[in-house]
């Protein structure tokens, strides 16, 4: 099983940018796809953007297709999201997730078999 470590959440006015990582460890990262969802209070999580593990397919939610980027360095295991012209209703926490070994990835979350602890994006207005 892959372990993931999210960074880079914090505080942030709307309009602004953050630059979220994922750190990955213990197999082969470029064996995996990767994703980012997202958990606001009182809502269900969902999914953000995704990465397959060849790293040429991306996947997008609508909310944030045109404003973010995913990408993924595999010399140092570790998977971006760039966010760019943040906005208030982007505020959750953000989650990092990798798939099965070799296995495609989307935005359903039953495609993803590994999770990061979270880290927390406020955008304020």
């Known amino acids: 099983q892959v372990q993931l470590v999210e960074s880079g959440g914090g505080l942030v006015q709307a309009g602004g940018s953050l630059r979220l990582s994922c750190a990955a460890s213990g197999r082969t990262f470029s064996d995996y796809g990767m994703g980012w969802f997202r958990q606001a209070p009182g809502k269900e999580r969902e999914f953000v953007a995704a990465?397959?593990?060849?790293?040429?397919?991306?996947f997008y939610a609508d909310s944030v297709k045109g404003r973010w980027t995913i990408s993924r360095d595999n010399a140092k295991n570790t998977m971006y999201l760039q966010m760019n012209s943040l906005k208030p209703e982007d505020t959750a926490v953000y989650y990092c997730?990798?798939?099965?070994?070799?296995?495609?990835?989307?935005?359903?979350?039953?495609?993803?078999?590994?999770w990061g602890q979270g880290t927390q994006v406020t955008v304020s207005a």
């Open positions: 997730a990798a798939g099965r070994q070799l296995s495609s990835v989307g935005p359903n979350p039953d495609t993803f078999h590994s």
């Open positions: 990465i397959t593990w060849g790293g040429i397919i991306t």
